[in-house]
Every structure is written in C-alpha cells, then in structure tokens.
C-alpha cells in the first residue's frame, strides 16, 4: 500500500534544494485522508520525480516559474497525481509522440523518462497523460485504480 500524498510530499522535500536553486515555485495540494493505492513505493516515486524533473526543465529560463503538484481522488475511486508547470506547453509535434521511448525535446535528453514512467504506472493499473493547459504550461498527470482489499 501506498500514500500517494505522503510519497508527493516526500518527493518535495528531496527535491527542495534544487527547485530553490532554480528560484521555482512549487506548490503542492494533497486531498486529505486519502487510502492507500496498491503499488510499488520507490517505482511510484521515481515517477513522481521524472515529473517534476521534467516540469522543472520546462520552466528554466522562464519569467516567475512555477509548478504544481495535486493529489485527488476521482469519484470513480481512482487517485490523480498531476504534475503542473508554467513553461511552454507542449508542442503540437510532439503530443502524439510524447510517451513513446526516445523522444525529447532537449538536446541532452534521452527521451525515457515519460516512456518508463508510463510502463509503470500502467504495471500497476493505471495510465498516464499530458496536456496543455489554457493560459500556459503543461500538465502530466498518472491515475492509479483503489487498493482491492
């Protein structure tokens, strides 16, 4: 079992140092009393990092950069871990390509961080998406099915 808005808050503490090196904002939102969802604690995480790493490169080099992260419970049951940022958004080029191993926008990257941050997610039952937001920025977010007691 997993707390997901404990894990976030988690992650957050970690990445503290760097995000304030960067002079980025975060901002975190947990739904309160959440139950645990069924997965893996440290693969769930590193998801969680690989989105903020991401947002955070996303933002770098922008006017007021900010990120957000927000953990809710859908009425379904399942939980939504989504990761926001201020930056550019995502190209029209790169929507249908965004998952798939190999692709990045930038030129040091690897392009495997979203594309192994899916195959996990999805080993545990969930799935995985990214889209624009209005005004500007991305969100991606993961959704993970309620723990089966």
Same mark, same amino acid.
């Given at each position: 079992?997993?707390?997901?808005?404990?894990?976030?808050?988690?992650?957050?503490?970690?990445?503290?140092?760097?995000?304030?090196?960067?002079?980025?904002? *975060?901002?975190?939102?947990?739904? /309160?009393? @959440?139950?645990? %969802?069924?997965?893996? +604690?440290?693969?769930?995480? &590193? =998801? $969680?990092?690989?989105?903020?790493?991401?947002?955070?490169?996303? *933002?770098?080099?922008?006017?007021? /950069?900010? @990120?957000?992260? %927000?953990?809710?419970? +859908?009425?379904?049951?399942? &939980? =939504? $871990?989504?990761?926001?940022?201020?930056?550019?958004?995502?190209?029209?080029?790169?929507?249908?390509?965004?998952?798939?191993?190999?692709?990045?926008?930038?030129?040091?990257?690897?392009?495997?961080?979203?594309?192994?941050?899916?195959?996990?997610?999805?080993?545990?039952?969930?799935?995985?998406?990214?889209?624009?937001?209005?005004?500007?920025?991305?969100?991606?977010?993961?959704?993970?099915?309620?723990?089966?007691?």
């Amino acid at each position: 079992p997993v707390d997901l808005g404990q894990m976030v808050r988690e992650v957050r503490e970690i990445m503290k140092s760097g995000l304030s090196m960067r002079g980025i904002t *975060v901002s975190t939102e947990c739904e /309160p009393d @959440l139950p645990s %969802v069924a997965a893996d +604690r440290i693969q769930i995480q &590193q =998801v $969680v990092v690989n989105l903020v790493t991401n947002a955070m490169q996303a *933002v770098e080099g922008r006017r007021d /950069p900010k @990120l957000s992260v %927000v953990v809710r419970r +859908r009425q379904d049951g399942w &939980q =939504v $871990v989504s990761v926001a940022d201020s930056g550019a958004g995502i190209a029209p080029s790169m929507q249908s390509t965004l998952f798939e191993p190999f692709t990045s926008t930038r030129a040091d990257g690897l392009g495997m961080g979203l594309s192994i941050s899916r195959t996990i997610v999805e080993s545990f039952g969930g799935r995985m998406w990214a889209e624009n937001q209005t005004q500007s920025g991305a969100i991606v977010s993961f959704a993970l099915p309620p723990e089966r007691l």
